[in-house]
């Protein structure tokens, strides 16, 4: 048994402003990697490089990354950033931006590899990294891993490598401005993590340990999004589910997610269904496998009094969603090809069991 998380955390209200040093001291050159909006929107792009300005740190900027990056969009950055020189590299938004950010260290520390190296190996040395969220549902600034689009197979898969930043700065404030929409996907992808390390062939005390205390911080935090609006979080609340979404970070960090992280990865790339609905649409067909006096905990611990009013929370938040029989059955054959993806789950998995996951209804 062991716990292992390296990234030093920083969380509070103007994080980035209050810590200079941990970007000063990265290195003397800056990538900054973002989506195209939401870090000029939110603030956070301004906070970066004021910090960095006023120390006299040079920055580029790649702000190309889409929803769901690409190994494409990986090596485009690369090339970029080892021309301009850069020797750090600074992510910021959500889990897209991250783990792009996160694949771009990487293969600029390997700068004469190609591309097939992204999933060859299990390689930890990447250049600096300093990670910032702008949403509460990836955790990728606390974890090793990066996920991205593999258009070739028209679907998402996890690195081999284990990419760890070096610190993560954590703001609630950065939610202030994001659409309703996206605080509630992002935090059921969160919850999504919780139950799946929680319920998890990999789970360890110290896993759990980190799970429980997200589950209890997600608990406290579950009305809110029932009518939420835009910009109606008060300060408590952005603080509390960008902590709830980091603490589940640090749990799937030990264990790795599950069963309805595995299923959602077709429906992301076929459907371009948003990654926290596409995972919280399976959790309930997860949890059903779980036997009734512990799934009855993990649902208690996250506010829930049975299945059924979690699968009612859900479609409250994120819609009753449709997703055509073939497209279910795709999932299906995908994971069910992959034993070690079964192999994930705290129960015995085989097809048949898999296909009651996916076909679950309420």
């Given at each position: 048994m062991q716990f292992y998380m390296p990234v030093k955390v920083?969380?509070?209200?103007?994080?980035?402003?209050?810590?200079?040093?941990?970007?000063?001291?990265?290195?003397?050159?800056?990538?900054?990697?973002?989506g195209r909006h939401s870090a000029r929107a939110n603030?956070?792009?301004?906070?970066?490089?004021?910090?960095?300005?006023?120390?006299?740190i040079p920055y580029v900027l790649f702000d190309g990354v889409e929803e769901n990056p690409s190994i494409e969009t990986v090596m485009k950055a690369r090339d970029f950033a080892l021309e301009q020189q850069a020797d750090?590299?600074?992510?910021?938004?959500?889990?897209?931006?991250?783990?792009?950010?996160?694949?771009?260290?990487?293969?600029?520390?390997?700068?004469?590899?190609?591309?097939d190296f992204l999933y060859q190996g299990k390689e930890t040395?990447?250049?600096?990294?300093?990670?910032?969220?702008?949403?509460?549902?990836?955790?990728?600034?606390?974890t090793g891993a990066s996920v991205l689009t593999i258009h070739a197979k028209k679907t998402k898969s996890s690195l081999p490598h284990k990419i760890f930043a070096d610190a993560a700065l954590l703001d609630g404030k950065y939610l202030t401005e994001a659409p309703a929409h996206v605080i509630r996907n992002t935090a059921v992808d969160a919850l999504g993590h919780l139950w799946e390390s929680w319920f998890n062939a990999s789970a360890t005390p110290y896993s759990r340990m980190c799970a429980e205390a997200g589950l209890k911080t997600w608990h406290e935090i579950r009305k809110t999004l029932l009518d939420l609006e835009q910009g109606g979080l008060t300060a408590e609340a952005r603080g509390k589910l960008m902590r709830a979404s980091a603490l589940a970070g640090m749990a799937i960090?030990?264990?790795?997610?599950?069963?309805?992280?595995?299923?959602?990865?077709?429906?992301?790339?076929?459907?371009?269904?948003?990654?926290?609905?596409?995972?919280?649409?399976?959790?309930?067909?997860?949890?059903?496998?779980?036997?009734?006096?512990?799934?009855?905990?993990?649902?208690r611990l996250a506010g829930f009094a049975s299945l059924s009013e979690w699968q009612e929370f859900y479609e409250t938040v994120c819609g009753k969603v449709p997703v055509p029989e073939d497209e279910l059955k795709r999932a299906l054959e995908m994971v069910a090809s992959k034993p070690e993806k079964l192999a994930k789950a705290p129960f015995a998995c085989d097809r048949e069991v898999l296909g009651k996951v996916v076909l679950y209804e309420t």
């Open positions: 920083y969380e509070e209200e103007e994080c980035v402003r209050k810590h200079p040093e941990v970007l000063w001291e990265a290195g003397h050159r800056a990538l900054i990697v973002t603030g956070s792009l301004d906070d970066v490089t004021f910090v960095l300005q006023e120390a006299g750090f590299v600074i992510g910021i938004g959500g889990g897209s931006p991250m783990d792009a950010a996160k694949a771009i260290a990487l293969m600029m520390h390997y700068r004469e590899k190609e591309a040395e990447h250049l600096p990294l300093v990670l910032i969220p702008t949403t509460c549902g990836t955790g990728s600034e606390v960090a030990q264990t790795g997610t599950s069963l309805p992280h595995a299923l959602s990865y077709p429906l992301t790339y076929d459907l371009h269904m948003p990654h926290g609905v596409a995972v919280g649409y399976f959790e309930s067909g997860y949890l059903a496998q779980i036997p009734e006096a512990e799934r009855k905990d993990a649902l």
